[in-house]
Each structure stands twice: as structure tokens, then as C-alpha cells.
């Protein structure tokens, strides 16, 4: 889906895939926005400055983006350019369950992402929540964590979202038509349960055994009548009784029609 993006030759300054933002706020997405403001929560904010300068420069040669890693080539103080990684933590079968049942429990979620639209919504979900779910590396001397080239690497991933919002997908190794199928078993499986169980209105459920036919030498429910019971009964709502006793017998022989 995330391919590779290349420009400039090597060992040139400044020829690069620079950063679009300047001074103020970053990104024009909800999406490019959001992840860097995650990685300045979880990262030292120096070396995060450093980064930004050198993504403003054009000195990131090359990014590209596989499943849970970002690569590429960052001009430095050398003349060949250091090769710089970030990674981030790929969903294991857990995080992968909640999500889908989260899409399958969400309505529309899951059409937005097979239109290449990634809900807010999913963020707790596909965003780094830690440093442990974060690492980086460069062939540079510099052993900060992360260096500038690596940090650089973050805010052109983040810019990448601008324009392909799946690739947060590919950044925490989850492919969007293995999530579909996902989904979609997970929908089949609820309704086959559903079904066993009667569905949502009780369609198909198996009903109990209906009670034997009444037997020839069975008592009437009106043989079954105290009618001393029945007008203390009804002396409770009241003294208008005349004819009650009738009216309930007539009633009874009707039911057992």
C-alpha cells in the first residue's frame, strides 16, 4: 500500500522530501496532527527539535514505510547519507481481536477504512500508547534515542498520513483486507449464535413442548371456582357484586371452548 518515496541524489544537502510545516502548528489532517502530538508526548523534546530541523532542511533522502517500520536515508554530516529507521510495535492477536470487534460494533468504521478513511475513533487503538511500543536506529555516531535522522523519520511519517491515512495501518503491521475478512468472519460467527439462540426477535428459537391435551375426566377451570373466595375477592374494589359471579362463569366456559 506504503510505498517508497525518493528524490535527490546521495550525498547532496538539502535535496530531500522536506517537512511542510514551518513555525506553528503541523499537519492539515486529524491524523498527521494526532501522531505527532502522541511521539512529543512520549519523546525528549530536544531531540524532537533536532529532528524537525532536519526534515525542514530536505535532508530526509528517501522514506519508506513497510509494516511497523519506516525506513530511510537521511543526509548528515558525512558525505553518504545514514540509513535511519523507526519502528512501531505491530498489533499481536490480542490488540487485533479489539479491534476488530471494535469495527464490527462501530457502524460505518468499517466502511470509512474500505474508502481509505481511518475513523478518530481508532486511535487509542492504532496509536503508541508508550516508548516500549517505539524503537529507532541509525548507522549515524550519534546514540541518542531517538537522533535526529530517526526523529526526522517520525514527522515525515506522520506527514505521510496526510495524504494515505491507511498507512497507520502498515505502521502497526495490521493489512486492511485481512481486517475486512476479519470483520466479516467475526460478523458471521455473532449471527450464527444469534440464530441458535433465536436471533435479535426470537426467530428460530426452539420452543418448548406445548402441554398435553386435557383429559376427558379433567376439572373445568369453572368447577375450580369459590364463589365465597371470589366475592371476598371482589368486596376489595368495591360492593357493586351483583352478577359478577355469572359474568366470570360465562367467561370461563367461553376460554374453554
Not at 178 to 190: F, Q
Request: aromatic share 6%; with cysteine; hydrophobic share 40%.
Amino acid at each position: 500500500m506504503t510505498g517508497r518515496t525518493r528524490r535527490g541524489g546521495t550525498g547532496r544537502t538539502g535535496p530531500g522530501i522536506a517537512l511542510d510545516s514551518q513555525h506553528g502548528g503541523f499537519g492539515r489532517s486529524w491524523w498527521a496532527r494526532r501522531m505527532v502530538s502522541v511521539m512529543e508526548e512520549l519523546l525528549d523534546q530536544e531531540r524532537l527539535r533536532k529532528g524537525r530541523q532536519v526534515a525542514r532542511a530536505g535532508k530526509v533522502l528517501s522514506v519508506e514505510i513497510t509494516p511497523g517500520l519506516v525506513r530511510g536515508d537521511v543526509q548528515g554530516s558525512q558525505i553518504e547519507p545514514f540509513r535511519a529507521s523507526f519502528s512501531m510495535r505491530a498489533l499481536d492477536r490480542y490488540d487485533r481481536a479489539e479491534l476488530v470487534e471494535q469495527l464490527r460494533s462501530t457502524p460505518g468504521s468499517l466502511s470509512a477504512l474500505a474508502t481509505g478513511a481511518v475513523p478518530a475513533e481508532l486511535a487509542e487503538r492504532l496509536l503508541p500508547s508508550d516508548t516500549g511500543d517505539l524503537d529507532f536506529d541509525c548507522t549515524c555516531p550519534d546514540f541518542s534515542w531517538p537522533c535526529s535522522h530517526a526523529a526526522a523519520l517520525t514527522y515525515l511519517a506522520a506527514q505521510r498520513l496526510e495524504t494515505e491515512p491507511l498507512a497507520i495501518l502498515t505502521l502497526r503491521g495490521v493489512d486492511l483486507n485481512m481486517l475486512i475478512d476479519a470483520v466479516g468472519a467475526a460478523g458471521t460467527s455473532a449471527n450464527a449464535a444469534g440464530s441458535a439462540a433465536g436471533g435479535h426477535f426470537g426467530e428460530g428459537a426452539a420452543l418448548p413442548a406445548l402441554p398435553p391435551e386435557r383429559a376427558d375426566d379433567a376439572v373445568p377451570a369453572t368447577g375450580l371456582l369459590d364463589a365465597a373466595l371470589l366475592r371476598s375477592a371482589l368486596r376489595v374494589f368495591g360492593p357493586e357484586l351483583d352478577g359478577a359471579e355469572e359474568d366470570l362463569a360465562y367467561l370461563y366456559r367461553r376460554m374453554m371452548r
